[in-house]
């Protein structure tokens, strides 16, 4: 006769199924920790409201050495400052305790903090493959009261880009014109390779119009942009989760191996920059995402 107590074979298949995929849900948010995809106190938070959940699951001690400069020596010393366990787990935290560890990240990690007010001038940037061109792109189909800047590039089209529309394509010569005749609000080297570069005119034209205009560039750019025009409001758009960008720079098939490999590494440093503007939006959704850049505009 079968003890009761052991449960049917499928009922322990099911159970290893979901303890995989829970162990690998905690590994992706791990990376994301690593990444800066979320920062450490998202997930603190996500590990708060659902103690159940993967990321309430995590233990504390993986949850430091996620974190970028932390190894198991600091990791060590900080839960014994602390006053922790190191067998504690996130969702099993007790009010005191994860009030010191959010207290001891914000000190140290604090998150962004946007400015008050709202600008005419958007600038909206992020990691390699994040989607910026899609996002723009919607926000150019569905909100045509804002102005979508068209910049300038060495690179070449890619299939259905038009010249003039998607960007304005120039060889290195017309570039550096561009530049010493002071054409170009910004301008940069993308991926250490192409350049890249924001007309000025337009964007002079259309604010001065009392319209508003949305930049899509990259990281250098909007430094650039921030110090000519340290009114603009700089948005950061974040992947989901680091492997949904690793996922959808493969999918779109535009680069080889070896390039992929160098805008995966790029990404990471893009990443961590993140702090330097003044709003987060994730494109978990591109229609959500572009209302939400939308709502940022002055």
Do not use: C
């Amino acid at each position: 006769m079968a003890d009761s107590r052991t449960p049917p074979e499928v009922d322990r298949a099911a159970a290893s199924r979901r303890a995989v995929a829970a162990r690998r849900e905690r590994a992706s948010l791990k990376r994301d920790v690593a990444t800066r995809v979320i920062t450490p106190q998202e997930l603190l938070r996500r590990a708060q409201a659902a103690p159940d959940s993967p990321a309430g699951a995590m233990r504390v001690t993986e949850f430091l050495t996620a974190i970028p400069a932390i190894g198991e020596g600091k990791r060590d010393r900080i839960l014994a400052t602390l006053g922790i366990s190191p067998v504690k787990r996130l969702g099993g935290l007790g009010v005191r305790q994860r009030s010191l560890l959010a207290a001891f990240l914000d000190e140290r990690w604090p998150e962004p903090r946007p400015r008050g007010g709202r600008s005419r001038l958007v600038v909206l940037a992020g990691p390699t493959a994040v989607g910026k061109g899609t996002v723009a792109a919607h926000i150019k189909e569905h909100h045509p009261e804002l102005v979508l800047s068209v910049s300038a590039t060495t690179r070449r089209p890619r299939a259905g880009e038009i010249d003039g529309e998607h960007y304005f394509f120039v060889d290195d010569a017309e570039f550096d014109r561009l530049i010493a005749a002071g054409e170009l609000l910004e301008h940069a080297t993308v991926h250490n390779q192409f350049r890249y570069g924001t007309p000025k005119a337009p964007i002079e034209q259309a604010l001065a119009d009392g319209r508003s205009v949305l930049l899509e560039i990259d990281l250098q750019g909007a430094r650039q942009v921030r110090a000519a025009a340290p009114d603009a409001t700089l948005v950061f758009l974040l992947p989901p989760s680091w492997d949904e960008l690793v996922s959808r720079l493969v999918d779109r098939g535009t680069e080889d191996a070896e390039e992929r490999a160098r805008r995966l590494k790029t990404a990471k440093v893009e990443l961590a920059s993140q702090g330097e503007f003044d709003f987060r939006v994730v494109n978990d959704d591109v229609a959500r995402a572009a209302a939400e850049v939308v709502s940022l505009t002055g």
